[in-house]
């Protein structure tokens, strides 16, 4: 006997949406959260832009997640908060789950597990910053804490490095907040972020975007004072003799999260080298039987709104009580797709309105998406342009088992 | 002609821009060099001649202006007149060692570091390595005060509380027949260097099973069972915490300017923070250790700086990596003579891997800075030992620099010419492991100087932060019911709780920083550094100590914050 059904880790986005929507089918359920409130990273982000899709209107990060909070306290599933999990066991079947709270350590067994642990923010060092080691260096979230939650302003004149979404949205948010950005710098030739964020929060507020510009060096020894940019090649190495030096006392960085997946490893769930997440079928379990993923655990979302809708996906899975495995099919792309989510189709589950995502590797213009089935063209989809940091989203119905392959073609054939 | 005479002659002929003259029985070059390759080779020339009492190396670097020593920026009167017997100048291992061994005697000691925190410099830019001296010359002071040390190293580790590891230490070979003439000559020397746990030569197979990732060309290797490792800086802070617990003081971001030396005496010792008037002063400066004993009127010795760097690698990638402290012996032809046994991959007390130290000679005393070349340089040397090894696993790197003197070995002796000083001066590698050896002999003569006798009562113990991701369940659980601050993990990558935090603010050495919290309990140290917990660090901070959070900094005199946001209406 279990104590639960499901246990979800993680209350953001992801993880709200699984818990309620897992004890919605009937599981019971525990939702655990390390931190003293719901919302994960949403609690944070105090600009709008959130639910256009979910709730077909725009919400702030902190009242999209109260809705998502709303939409869990309707449900019969349990919350845990301030809740760490140190040690996850795989049973036969079922996990048991050791977690730590300010009431103690204690054991839970649950038959699912659904990972919604999400991301962290790659850091100065994992990109290879090198100079002195000043207070000051901050990644765009961290920054984004201090002055949305604390109310503490760590910027007077910065820099920000790379040009994610948080940085783009955090160029704009000092700005208001009365603190100067010099520019936003990106080593790649295009924006790492959306291009409603390039608009809404550099664009109109005069902030110089530097492409194919990276900071080399940084000087200062207790705080920063400065940071050497150099112009960077193809290849994205710097070209020696074109350093500048700027004057910063904060050095901002936006560039790239890595999915937080240390409890999925620990358990040998297997992850995907480009997401970097869980390999998983279109329920959005992974290859370890009973263990669940969704949000920026499994990719990287651009929008919440997708996040909130794996978390759904995850949950109705892990509360239906069918065991059946069957044969998963691997999906394919071709080289100019960056990755699928999900790799897998198990044609022993339900194939009808399969959703999947999918990032593209490069800029195109003027593609069609061909996806086969078989011998079959299932879907064409026409795309005037595809960018690397926008999300695609396809949902498609698989008549009947086969290999399942994404393919981008030039519109003129 | 004298043997001066013939040194100088030679010494012209290599360096003609360069003067080398007699100072008692110590040489002093002098001149201006072009590049700074040649100012550090004309001092080991005059050091390699043995016979000079020591080498005073002024030869100055044209066109180089000297970094100015980073220096707290107020000054006050907390010192000011205050009379000690012991002075220490420097709060790394060495002068956190010698204050312990000092609180033994029944004397007044204070410790003066310039810095807001103890192990500030090498003995927290380190790699903690517990060496077993097995490439230290006979004779040396390094080697005696190794050897000491190793023989009570891991029960002080032990009392103070502090990480120790015993996982050993590998050296691979790549060319096998090698073999039989490593064997019989690391056999004897390690019986001449009292090699601690002595040496094993190991054929592939049964080295594998020591370190299974070893690269795939290695055809035998050398195991040196007794090496370990513990935290550098966790260590050096026990031992302040020790002394302070038995009577010494410590006082931080406390410089010292200069001194006033009367009939070949150290009479008072001016700070930022006053004036003292002690009765012995103990030079354990470290890379300014030679400045401090220009101020004695006791040099007899120079500093030339070495940087290292070192990598830290994320927990998760260790099992692919080294078990011991694992290098590769350069393939013959590539053998190069080096002062530093040119690095090494190696667990941690806390079992990230680390990947370094390099060498590099600077004429910066503290120039921590790092640098992609040098970093990239070491994995490409290092992945000949172990095959996974990936720069892309990095969480973090920094660089440390070791005082070198040019006679290569440690200062450990009473004044020269000054009479009641001591040097603990040139602590390099293995400073980590003969520092607590040092403590003993330095505060044995001060004691003599002073006829101090020792106290009925000293307690060895000094109880560490719990680490409660170390407790079984049962212990963890029964320590939060007691504390549900200890349940509260606010480090996501270390487990490192909120009481944890709380505790290394109310510690014996108060940390006055992000950063000195991080080498307390760990907060910060993982794969996130910091980016998740750093606010969170700074909340507990602020309100334990009830102080303004615009008022905390990461380290040094810096500030997190500038103000706080606008107000909203």
Redesign the interface.
């Given at each position: 006997m279990f104590v639960y059904d499901v246990i979800v880790i993680g209350g953001g986005p992801a993880g709200l949406a699984a818990a309620s929507s897992a004890s919605r089918c009937g599981a019971s359920t525990l939702l655990l959260e390390?931190e003293g409130a719901l919302g994960g990273i949403l609690k944070q982000c105090i600009h709008d832009g959130f639910g256009l899709t979910r709730y077909q209107e725009k919400l702030a990060g902190p009242e999209y997640a109260n809705k998502e909070i709303e939409k869990l306290n309707e449900t019969t599933a349990e919350v845990s908060l301030?809740t760490?999990v140190?040690k996850i066991v795989k049973l036969q079947p079922g996990f048991k789950v050791?977690v730590?709270?300010?009431?103690?350590?204690s054991?839970y067994t649950t038959k699912k597990l659904i990972l919604a642990t999400g991301c962290?923010?790659r850091?100065?060092?994992?990109v290879?910053i090198?100079?002195?080691?000043?207070?000051?260096v901050?990644?765009a979230?961290?920054a984004q804490?201090?002055?949305n939650?604390?109310?503490?302003?760590?910027?007077?004149e910065c820099v920000i490095l790379g040009s994610g979404d948080i940085g783009l949205i955090m160029a704009r948010r000092i700005t208001l907040?009365?603190g100067h950005v010099e520019g936003v710098y990106e080593a790649k030739s295009t924006p790492s972020g959306l291009a409603r964020n390039i608009a809404q929060c550099l664009t109109d507020f005069s902030i110089p975007l530097h492409l194919s510009e990276t900071v080399t060096k940084v000087y200062?020894?207790?705080?920063l004072e400065a940071v050497e940019i150099s112009k960077v090649d193809d290849k994205m190495n710097p070209i020696p003799g074109t350093e500048k030096i700027v004057k910063c006392?904060s050095l901002i960085l936006s560039v790239g999260l890595i999915p937080e997946n240390?409890l999925a490893?620990s358990i040998g769930v297997p992850l995907h080298p480009v997401t970097k997440g869980p390999i998983v079928n279109q329920e959005l379990m992974s290859k370890i039987s009973g263990v669940y993923t969704c949000g920026n655990a499994m990719h990287v979302n651009d929008l919440a709104d997708y996040v909130s809708e794996s978390g759904e996906i995850a949950g109705v899975a892990a509360a239906s009580t069918d065991e059946i495995a069957g044969v998963s099919k691997a999906v394919t792309w071709d080289k100019n797709l960056a990755y699928v989510v999900p790799q897998l189709v198990d044609f022993a589950k339900n194939t009808k309105d399969v959703i999947f995502y999918f990032r593209v590797r490069d800029v195109y213009q003027n593609k069609i998406l061909k996806v086969y089935l078989g011998d079959d063209v299932i879907l064409k989809k026409p795309f005037m342009t595809l960018r690397p940091p926008e999300m695609e989203r396809v949902v498609l119905s698989l008549p009947n088992e086969g290999e399942i392959k994404f393919v981008l073609e030039d519109i003129a054939k | 002609m004298t043997k001066l005479e013939k040194f100088q002659e030679r010494f012209a002929e290599v360096y003609p821009s360069f003067r080398a003259e007699a100072k008692d029985d110590c040489v002093v070059l002098s001149g201006v060099a072009d590049n700074y390759e040649d100012l550090v080779k004309a001092g080991q020339m005059a050091a390699k001649t043995k016979w000079f009492y020591g080498v005073i190396n002024d030869i100055k670097l044209k066109g180089y202006e000297p970094t100015p020593i980073k220096a707290p920026s107020f000054s006050d009167k907390a010192l000011e007149g205050i009379h000690v017997d012991v002075l220490v100048i420097g709060g790394g291992i060495t002068g956190c060692a010698i204050l312990r061994e000092l609180s033994k005697y029944q004397l007044s000691s204070l410790l003066v570091d310039k810095e807001e925190d103890v192990a500030m410099a090498a003995s927290s830019r380190n790699d903690g390595c517990v060496h077993v001296g097995m490439d230290l010359h006979k004779g040396s002071l390094k080697l005696k005060y190794l050897v000491r040390s190793r023989k009570f190293y891991k029960q002080m580790c032990k009392d103070l509380d502090v990480p120790y590891r015993q996982d050993g230490q590998s050296i691979g070979f790549t060319n096998g027949w090698l073999k039989l003439l490593v064997r019989p000559a690391l056999k004897i020397k390690a019986l001449i260097n009292h090699v601690p746990g002595g040496v094993k030569v190991l054929n592939r197979r049964h080295f594998q099973t020591i370190e299974p990732n070893i690269a795939d060309d290695v055809a035998f290797g050398v195991f040196l069972p007794g090496g370990a490792c513990t935290s550098p800086y966790e260590l050096t802070i026990a031992l302040g915490e020790s002394a302070v617990h038995n009577g010494a003081k410590i006082s931080l971001r406390t410089i010292v300017e200069s001194m006033k030396v009367e009939n070949h005496r150290v009479f008072s010792v001016q700070t930022n923070r006053g004036i003292i008037y002690p009765k012995v002063v103990v030079n354990a400066a470290g890379a300014y250790s030679d400045v401090i004993a220009e101020m004695m009127n006791d040099r007899f010795f120079t500093i030339h700086p070495r940087k290292g760097t070192d990598s830290i690698i994320d927990k998760a990638a260790l099992p692919t990596l080294s078990r011991t402290s694992t290098t590769v012996y350069p393939k013959l032809g590539q053998l190069k003579k080096t002062h530093s046994k040119g690095g090494a991959v190696m667990p941690t007390s806390d079992l990230n891997a680390l990947v370094g130290p390099d060498a590099l000679e600077t004429p910066d005393r503290e120039d921590y800075t790092t640098d992609k070349a040098r970093v990239d340089a070491m994995f490409d040397k290092q992945i000949h030992a172990m095959k996974n090894l990936s720069e892309r696993d990095i969480i973090t790197y920094f660089s440390g620099i070791r005082a070198a003197t040019y006679e290569e070995d440690f200062v450990v002796q009473k004044g020269k010419w000054t009479t009641n000083v001591i040097h603990a001066a040139g602590i390099q590698s293995p400073g980590v492991t003969a520092a607590p050896a040092i403590g003993i002999d330095v505060a044995k003569w001060a004691s003599e100087m002073l006829n101090a006798k020792t106290k009925e009562k000293w307690d060895p113990i000094r109880k560490g932060i719990v680490k409660t991701r170390l407790l079984s369940n049962e212990e963890r659980d029964a320590l939060i019911k007691k504390n549900p601050a200890y349940g509260h993990i606010v480090c996501r990558c270390e487990e490192i709780s909120e009481g944890e935090i709380i505790d290394a603010i109310h510690s014996t050495i108060p940390p006055t920083t992000i950063d000195g919290i991080k080498r307390r309990v760990r907060a910060g140290m993982g794969r996130c550094q910091g980016g998740f917990c750093q606010p969170a660090v700074l909340s507990i901070m602020a309100k334990e100590e009830k102080i303004d959070p615009l008022s905390i900094g990461k380290k040094g005199e810096g500030k997190l914050f500038f103000r706080r946001t606008k107000e909203g209406k």
């Open positions: 390390r301030l760490f140190t050791t730590v709270n300010p009431k103690g350590v054991t962290r923010e850091t100065a060092k994992q290879s090198h100079g002195t080691n000043p207070g000051g901050m990644t979230g961290q804490y201090y002055i939650i604390l109310g503490l302003m760590p910027i007077k907040e009365g200062g020894i207790d705080r006392d240390e490893k | -």
